[in-house]
């Protein structure tokens, strides 16, 4: 797990960040947990695409299942 103590990235700003996420996702430790993750725009918007088609998914999945049968589909 890559890791940044939120003091660190208070006292170094954004830069402390940037080294981190070269290597991939920082989770960011405060009170000795990971509190946060700061990850790459990139990494980011995979996660949304992924949860957005996983969420369409059980849409049609059940939209389907609702379906009388012998209902003819277009």
């Known amino acids: 797990m890559n890791t940044i103590p ?8 954004l830069a402390a960040g940037d080294e981190g996420i070269a290597k991939g996702d ?3 430790i405060r009170n000795n947990q990971p509190h946060y993750v700061v ?6 918007q995979q996660l949304v695409a992924e949860a957005q088609e996983a969420y369409l998914a059980r849409v049609r999945s ?12 277009s």
């Open 62 to 73: 059940s939209l389907e299942m609702s379906r009388p049968a012998g209902c003819i589909s």
């Open 6 to 13: 939120a003091q660190e990235l208070k006292r170094r700003g």
């Open 39 to 44: 990850l790459s725009e990139e990494h980011y």
């Open 26 to 28: 920082v989770h960011v």
